[in-house]
């Protein structure tokens, strides 16, 4: 420092300390700049905390300047000093301290001196900033507190020239040379943008972008900040830096562009987690990998609670993020859980939780529709539609236990909305979307379960509350309570006190619901001894509660203990713990015991269960089970059992019978069931001898009475409209079912050598013969049998038939090869072929095998659901034992032999494999039949009562192909025996149509190549020998047409090539790909040409029907020789057309999904194409002309129904259906084509649309014309006979029978043709739409004719309906008249108006006349 500077620095000491700072700023007025820029670099060099006081001294005598209105002069000095203070913070930005205490006090001063700097100063302070910005890429803290003022001052300034000077110091470089006038705005855009282009420092970014943040932005500028602080987050060197980064942009998005930083901030940490994803793959063991994965969880959960921050003061950031997740296709897990974060506050609960909900579903929706719609999926893009939402779900239950815990409860609450919406009888996507969902959901909630202690509670009690008070739907929360108690029962531990309380209001629960909840708690039973007091009292007291069902749920629940303790009695545990369960099983057994002294019903059902327990092989294992069990029936039977022989009857069905009310007092039938069961396994050696002599006593005796020796004979009275008709038949069930357990018990004996086998055949001889008497004379008031068959009375379970069945059908290849799969050391070759040669008797005896195959039908068909491993042995044993023999040259007499109702033993076992593979197709087990029928082990048979394990698909694939081939053989083996074998082979053509469903679920699912080949095979085989069925000399049987059109509909997709089918779609990212097939006219020719000339057959048979006098030419004739007229009837047609339709309307919901497809495909494929490429979209266009092409194909079959004219009302509504349905998807078509702006009207669209709107539109008017009509006609017959006769008892009642017929005919056919014209109004508006936005003529493919301007006068149809006296009145007080304004339709057609419209249709925006529409 000089000796001037030095005594100016005195000097201002001097004014300082005397505060005279307006002479203080005199002084520095008379200073030059340099000067004053030498004082303050001097003064802030000092490393001193007291060495910024000079400068704050110098600032007030600027400010005193300013303030005594010296504004020139002011502004010089404090212009002067800022910008030597900006200099020097930006030289210390470099060095070591940016922090030191002295640039807070500056930087606080600068922000107070700013309204009072010049225009000349603000510049040159804003642009020293941004060159410091420019240079170093960062902007020094102190600077950073005062620039979003400095730029708001900035962009405040009027005018200012802009000279060559400032240029070259960066001010401006829009101009080459010379001086410019700028205003304040402009330079504060300039600035902004030269900062957004800059590279910015890393550890500066954050406070970049918080200064640029709180300045005063306009909308591009904040898009452009956005876009530059997106950008600088691929720059973030740490993953703990990247929250504040965030928060920043957040914060930032309450100036705007909210939709552009949500989808920033998500795809960013999309690319994260695909890197890490990738990371993993490639290194899965490295520790290091596993803590990135760690350390980016953490980060994401904190950028997740800064969203929710921001979300809740700024709602319209929650919008943006909920409208980002509803347009997105597919999300990633991360901004899956964003989402889930946003569902935390209460405004956007029900949005967020519906939208994610909606996701999940649509994606799995669109990939099981992608898979079914094999002509489509070779055309749509690769992943289209798949959000992978079981993915998604179990990411974000992995990564909750780590960073992601705050979203865990609305995942929860997510899941189980999810099973809420997709467990509901009606939804609008498929049933298998559904099931995946509800799978993924019970994944996701066992994960969550078990990672997280503070939603264990919430999930249990949201289990119980919908168990509790959900009527339907509840099974899937049995369910997911069953597998959490089955993973983890310790965690279920502290809220079993809930079970207990459900159970505690069993009144509103079902039987079932209460087995399972039981069930769900059996691990907590045995071990927990407060937890198991408590549930036992529960149940014992609702064991006696007044009403009868809540005891069958308490004894259901106490059957499920009673399994549980015998199984863990059984157990290999240790002496002590054997000895607790013990204990438990007698206590559970006790309380058994008590339940068999109630109500008849009560034992009823007690015996029903108890006898299921005992074919359980674990439960008859535990031989204190047993030991109980033999003193409990031992007791009870010494009751009834009248060793006597004086006495006809073994049994005293008197006391079993009450005398007062005449019903059933005592089910001795049930308890003989169960007893013969006992009697049959291990037993104490006295009650074992003393059992059996008595069972073989009663069983001789049973075989050697007659009706009379229970005060019964075949002519007695048998109803129950009479005290002595309900005691005798009641007495008579008891009498037979006596006879159905002896003969269980003498079949079980015989099949061990212990038996007598011709006394098995003298039993059911009884039986068969008084259950004929009981089923003839037992009758009701109408006259009508109550009794179906004997099978209805017999109480034999399906494992004891199955015991039998294997024998009585035995399989030939188990019989010849010693090295059959079955034959294992427990039941070998010998132990087989021995009782099949015992069985031989019984097999002589037709009635006897149809009597077990009816007993056995009736079980699998039953409402109770058998055990899966029972199922699956009796589709084996039918398959194998009966159906295998349908190609022999000579086929058994005990197979082919008819009984009642000409029901054969053949025609059960069909009916059986049908029953099988529908019941297990429900549950998703159907694959397992066609392993079990051609490859049996015996693990599949073994009793389990979990579903076995998945099969692999190529084996599936295999014995699918041996089956179905076989079952075809079987099928052309009975028709050669027409007409004795039609119901056989409708059984068959049921099955076979069963399993090609799933086979073709499969083919389109499956990635084994070799697999989905011979699926293919087998399905293309079936399909084409289905249509061949219709080529021959096939029955006119209703059932056998429907059966193989459907079978034919099922298979048609597979006539196709299979590379058609085997092509996975278009895949953007792919350059090496193989192209879809060509898109041709001719396509479909593969997979309709079959149906096509299966409904040209129809509709030339429906011709010739309605012209039976033979004046009708058919222009058909020749083209259709080939094909058997002969089978279409008059009772035939509707049924193949209602199958016919129902295919047509499933292809066009197919297409109608394919049409959406076309928005998310243009989508895509514009997002990989440059933003300067301007050719065609070729995949979305080759898509739009395949559908519409498909569309054409449909078209043209439903035209050929819409031409035959059906005279049967239900076949001509479903076709009327069908063609609304097809206007639908037109519509839907179109309206995705106005969404399509970059695709043009295609040459496909138009022709579609001329088949539809103007050829089958004319054909649709004059069928709705022809209905009204003869209708009308019909109406008024009918009513003036009515009028006619009514003096007449017999003809009021005819013509009102008329009338009401007439009546609902009428309402039923306006409902179907006010649908159809609106749905025809419809599509009309959008073709009209899309042609005018396209400039396009399409109105003229339009045909605007008369035929629907017209008007049902529905007074003059409803007057001959009404009644015309008081009982007439009295019949059809049920049936509503609509009134005129319901249906306000006119059959009188205005020629003018017609007119007026045709010079109007070619005009797509001239005025259209105003039509009559019936009202919906």
Known sequence: ??????????????????????????????QTEATLYQLVEDDLSRIEAAGAQQTLLLFKGGSALAERGQTQAGDTVLGAISS?????????????????????????????????????????????????????????????????????????????????????????????????????????????????????????????????????????????????????????????????????????????????????????????????????????????????????????????????????????????????????????????????????????????????????????????????????????????????????????????????????????????????????????????????????????????????????????????????????????????????????????????????????????????????????????????????????????????????????????????????????????????????????????????????????????????????????????????????????????????????????????????????????????????????????????????????????????????????????????????MSAAGLRNHNTARLVIGSLDAAIAYALDGALHASGDPALVVELFTKFQRFADVLCTRSVDERGRRTIAGASELSQMTLPAVLRVLQFVAPDARRTDASAHALNTDATPHTWFVERVGRAGMWRANPALTRHLLDVALARVSSAAEPLTHAVLHLAYVAYSGALAHCTAAEQPAWLVERGTKGRSALLIAAEILAACSTMLSGRGLLDHVFVAVVRPQPQLFAFDADAPDAQPVAVVAQCAEQLMGALRTAVDALLALRPAMVRETVSLLAAQHTFALRLAHLCCRCADAPARAQLYRTLNETARWAFSLFGGDLPGDVALLRHASALLIGCQPFLQPESALAHGGVDLASSDQAEPPPVSRHMDDYEFGSLSRLVSSVCRATRLLSNEDGTAHDEDDEDDDETNLSVFTARTVPALVTVTVAWLRAELHQIDWAAAQLVSTMRRELATRPAQDDEDLHVTIRLERRICLRLHALSTLASQLLAARFAHASAGDQVLRMYGDLHRTFAQLTKCKLALTQVPVTEAYVDALALICTQLKSHADQIIVERFERLGAMNAEGGGAEKKHSGKKADKTGGAAAGKHGLRALLRSSTVVSSLVYQMEYTEKQVVLLGARRKTPLAHYLKRSSARDFRIRTADLAEPLLPTTEEDEQEMSDIAVPSPTDMDVDLDSNAEEEEEEDQNQDEPGGPRQKRLRPNQ
């Open 1 to 30: 420092m000089t000796s001037e500077e030095a005594v100016l620095a005195d000097q201002i000491a001097q004014l300082g300390r005397e505060k005279a700072f307006y002479e203080l700023g005199v002084l520095l007025a008379k």
């Open 84 to 720: 030597a203070c900006v200099g020097q913070i930006c030289e210390d930005n470099s060095s070591a301290e940016p922090d030191a205490p002295k640039w807070a006090v500056i930087s606080d001063r600068l922000l107070g001196v700013l309204p009072q700097l010049g225009p000349r100063s603000i510049i040159d302070v804003a642009f020293r900033v941004l060159a410091e910005l420019k240079t170093s890429g960062s902007l020094p803290a102190p600077c950073a507190n005062f620039v979003p003022m400095l730029l708001d001052t900035l962009g405040a300034i009027g005018a200012v020239e802009i000279t060559s000077a400032d240029m070259r110091a960066g001010v401006d470089d829009s101009s080459s040379g010379g001086s410019v006038r700028r205003t304040g705005a402009e330079l504060k855009a300039y600035w902004i943008e030269s900062a957004c282009t800059c590279k910015w420092h890393a550890q500066a970014a954050v406070r970049i972008s918080a200064a640029l943040r709180e300045t005063a932005l306009s909308a591009a500028q904040v898009e452009r900040v956005a876009g530059r602080v997106l950008r600088q987050l691929d720059h973030v060197a740490e993953l703990a830096e990247l929250p504040a980064m965030v928060y920043q942009l957040l914060l930032l998005s309450r100036s705007g562009s909210k939709q552009t930083i949500v989808g920033g901030v998500l795809a960013y940490f999309d690319g994260l987690e695909q890197n890490a994803a990738s990371e993993q793959q490639q290194n899965e063991q490295a520790q290091s990998s596993q803590q990135r994965w760690r350390d980016l969880g953490d980060t994401e959960g904190t950028v997740m609670l800064h969203i929710g921050y921001s979300i809740k003061q700024d709602f319209e950031l929650g919008d943006a993020l909920l409208a980002h997740a509803s347009a997105s296709d597919a999300l990633s897990s991360f901004s899956f859980a964003c989402v889930l974060s946003l569902a935390r506050i209460h405004r956007f609960e029900k949005a967020a939780t519906g939208a994610l909900r909606e996701l999940l579903l649509r994606g799995m929706h669109d990939r099981d529709m992608s898979a079914a719609a094999a002509w489509a999926r070779p055309y749509l893009l690769v992943g289209s539609g798949s959000t992978g939402g079981g993915r998604l779900l179990r990411a974000v239950a992995e990564r909750s236990a780590y960073g992601w815990d705050q979203v865990t409860q609305s995942l929860v609450h997510l899941c189980l909305t999810t099973l809420d919406s997709t467990s509901a009888k009606r939804s609008a996507f498929s049933a298998s979307a559904c099931a995946q969902a509800r799978e993924a959901c019970m994944r996701t909630l066992q994960t969550a379960f078990a990672g997280h202690e503070f939603v264990r509670g919430e999930i249990v009690g949201q289990i119980m509350q919908r168990v509790t008070f959900q009527t339907e739907g509840h099974e899937r929360f049995l369910e997911l309570l069953q597998r959490l108690a089955r993973a983890d029962t310790d965690a279920l531990r502290p809220y079993a006190s809930r079970i207990v309380d459900a159970l505690d209001a069993v009144a509103v629960l079902a039987g079932a619901t209460v087995e399972r909840l039981v069930r769900a708690a059996a691990a907590l039973f045995l071990d927990d001894a407060s937890f198991r007091t408590s549930l036992l009292l529960v149940l014992r007291k609702v064991l006696f509660a007044h009403a009868l069902d809540e005891r069958r749920a308490a004894l259901g629940g106490l059957f499920v203990l009673v399994d549980v303790a015998a199984r863990a009695a059984t157990a290999n545990v240790s002496e002590r713990q054997r000895q607790q369960r013990l204990a438990v099983l007698l206590e559970v057994v006790g309380l058994l015991r008590r339940s068999l002294t109630q109500q008849a019903e009560i034992r009823t059902a007690a015996y029903t269960r108890l006898a299921q327990l005992l074919d359980d092989p674990g439960a008859v294992q535990c031989a204190p089970l047993l030991q109980a069990l033999h003193g409990i029936f031992n007791a009870e039977f010494a009751k009834y059992y009248q060793r006597d022989r004086a006495f006809d009857s073994p049994i005293n069905f008197q006391l079993c019978v009450s005398p007062a009310t005449h019903r059933v007092a005592m089910p001795i039938d049930a308890f003989l069931q169960c007893y013969a069961k006992l009697a049959t396994r291990d037993a104490p050696p006295a009650s074992g001898a003393a059992g059996s002599s008595a069972w073989a006593d009663v069983c001789a005796r049973l075989a050697n009475a007659q009706l009379e020796d229970f005060e019964l004979d075949a002519d007695c009275d048998f109803t129950l």
